[in-house]
Every structure is written in C-alpha cells, then in structure tokens.
C-alpha cells in the first residue's frame, strides 16, 4: 500500500506561481511511475503531466508545456510540481498519482493507468 500526500496549494494572482509537493509512503518509490491530475468544479479529472519510473522521461499536457515542470526527488520519495504564469482557468484541486510499473521508460497519461492517488490540494488563481 502506498500514500500519496500533496501540499502546497494557495491562493495567487493570475501569472503568479505555486509548487506543489508529494511525498510517498513506502519505500518502493523507485519503482513507481508518477503524475499530477487536476480536477475544476464541474469538469473530469484531466492530466497535466508525468515522470516515468526513471525519471527520464516526462510528459505534459498541451496546454501547460513551458509553463509546468514535474521533477522527483527519490532520496525524499517526493514529486512536485511547479507552476508558473498561472491561469485563472487552472484553478482546481491538484491530484498526486502513482502506479507500480516494470519499465523504466514508460509515461502514464491517463487516470486508470494509476493505482495510487493522493487526497488533492486546492489551487486557487484569482484574475
């Protein structure tokens, strides 16, 4: 069993920035695949980008490349996620997720790829 805890949710103006942390239980870590998820009120949870078990490769969203950056730091099993020029159309509650994968390189985009999920923390961009 893994738990996903994310932090670093607030408040910014719009253009303004927010990194957000998640650190894993356990001590497989390593093994794991990792994304960020978001969810606006009314919407489906959607993807925003993800790092392979390697963390050689990472993927983004369309809409939040050049913008977004999801980096891990396995010595402190944590993933973050920082995020800046901000939108207020981004405001949502950010998800944390991980699935235990045998290959290094593989990318996971979608929701049902991932068996773990973190509780959410809410990001908020006034305009």
């Known amino acids: 069993q893994v738990q996903l805890v994310e932090s670093g949710g607030g408040l910014v103006q719009a253009g303004g920035s927010l990194r957000l942390s998640c650190v894993a239980s356990?001590?497989?870590?390593?093994?794991?695949?990792m994304g960020w998820f978001r969810q606006a009120p009314g919407k489906e949870r959607e993807f925003v980008a993800a790092?392979?078990?390697?963390?050689?490769?990472?993927y983004y969203a369309d809409s939040v490349k050049g913008r977004f950056t999801i980096s891990r730091e396995n010595a402190k099993n944590t993933v973050y996620l920082q995020m800046n020029s901000l939108k207020p159309e981004e405001t949502a509650v950010y998800y944390c997720?991980?699935?235990?994968?045998?290959?290094?390189?593989?990318?996971?985009?979608?929701?049902?790829?991932?068996?773990?999920w973190g509780q959410g923390t809410q990001g908020t961009v006034a305009s």
């Open positions: 790092f392979s078990r390697s963390g050689g490769s990472s």
């Open positions: 997720a991980a699935t235990s994968t045998p290959i290094l390189g593989f990318v996971l985009v979608h929701t049902t790829q991932y068996d773990y």
């Open positions: 356990g001590r497989t870590f390593r093994s794991f695949a």
